[in-house]
């Protein structure tokens, strides 16, 4: 994966999908806004932003601790696209515009409807899967197809380099993956292959995940659908009405009492958000004090020096230790002061694997 500075960072997840799937209607839901949500699909070609915090409870307790002046949790940006349409209407399913914002997200949420529509009738979530793959499929195709042939034509006045050489192999190799209808994800890259791809942003080698959006009265009763959608996809289940008059609702004892109702244990906005976390494999760690507390996002297996130039360019450059101490066991023990009588404040170094739950203070010297 091409490696990007975490800092002042924001995951950015696009919700894709067939039009009418829900994804205005569960953008809705996951950001509490209310774009419009219709019947006839939206001639609208302008996608729906919205940047929320994190729930994080971790976040919440420490701050509840600390007491600190600012408390920042990570924050996700959704990304409502238009619908990809079927058919006759195929060409073009991602405008040039919806593209260009496709490519610069981290990850890719397909929604796929899961109930009956009086325009759209009876759902069929495998096929739409594979509809919109394919669809990302084919944008791909474009690219590759168009880079291809331009390094042929460069071949012919004589401006081989290794590098095209390469980079013509390796295109070559993702065309044939590609006409298989296979995405880009299912490869298995070498890292010398993932460098010659950075300049590229193929969507079909985002990590996705597919929203199963059932209707209310189905939901919690799809497991044959969901084990057929997870033989090659990460999947959750939402009910995408259900979650958005969930989310208009002020009362956490409503709130709770509904979600029992229906046998939903977690948000939307929650489960979608840690499910992108485990897909993109980042971890969270924070910083506590008397000014901030704060979340922080990392790679998994990343070491304590880049954790440090997440939280300042300054911190990497004159690392000197990392003061350590894990959430859980700051909770266990009931305060950093328990923490440090217990043993439990460790001193790392630059090379120390961070972990999710990780309290860092970093010292440093420039
Ligand atoms: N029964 C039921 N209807 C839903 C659900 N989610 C969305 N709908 C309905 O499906 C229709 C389309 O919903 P939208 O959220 O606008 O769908 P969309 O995917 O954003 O549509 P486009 O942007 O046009 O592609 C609306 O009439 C919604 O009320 C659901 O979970 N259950
Ligand atoms: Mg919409």
């Known amino acids: 994966m091409q490696v990007k500075n975490l800092r002042d960072y924001s995951m950015k997840i696009g919700l894709i999908g067939c039009q009418n799937s829900g994804k205005t209607t569960i953008f809705n839901a996951l950001t509490r806004s209310e774009a419009q949500v219709t019947d006839f699909s939206n001639a609208k070609a302008e996608p729906n932003l919205a940047v929320i915090d994190v729930e994080d409870e971790r976040v919440t307790r420490l701050s509840e601790m600390y007491q600190p002046r600012k408390t920042i949790y990570a924050t996700v940006e959704f990304i409502d696209f238009v619908g990809v349409a079927g058919g006759a209407e195929k060409q073009g399913a991602f405008s040039p515009e919806l593209l260009q914002l496709a490519k610069n997200t ?161 948000s939307a906005r929650s489960l979608l958000t840690r499910t992108a976390y485990e897909l993109l494999g980042y971890i969270s760690f924070f910083t506590v004090g008397a000014d901030e507390v704060r979340a922080w996002t990392l790679r998994n297996g990343e070491p304590a020096v880049a954790a440090a130039g997440t939280i300042h360019s300054d911190l990497a450059r004159g690392f000197i230790r990392a003061e350590c101490f894990n959430y859980a066991d700051l909770m266990a023990c009931g305060s950093e002061k328990g923490v440090k009588e217990k043993g439990l404040l460790r001193l790392e170094g630059k090379e120390y694997r961070v972990k999710d739950g990780d309290i860092l203070n970093i010292r440093f010297n420039v």
């Open 106 to 266: 981290d990850a890719l949420a397909l929604v796929v409807r899961n109930f009956s529509n009086e325009i759209m009738g009876a759902p069929g979530p495998l096929e739409d899967v594979a509809r919109v793959e394919e669809e990302l499929v084919f944008s791909d195709l474009i690219v590759v197809e168009n880079r291809l042939e331009r390094i042929e034509w460069e071949n012919k006045k004589g401006k081989k380099s290794n590098q095209t050489l390469a980079e013509e192999a390796l295109l070559g190799k993702i065309r044939g993956q590609l006409n298989d209808n296979r995405p880009i994800r299912r490869m298995d890259l070498t890292e010398e292959e993932d460098k010659l791809l950075k300049g590229y942003q193929f969507l079909s080698r985002k990590p996705l995940m597919v929203v199963l959006n059932s209707e209310e009265e189905n939901f919690g009763r799809n497991a044959e659908i969901l084990a057929r959608l997870q033989e090659n996809h990460t999947v959750v289940e939402f009910a995408g009405n259900f979650e958005m008059e969930l989310s208009r609702m002020t009362s956490d004892e409503d709130i709770q009492l509904f979600m029992e109702d229906l046998g939903v244990e977690e």
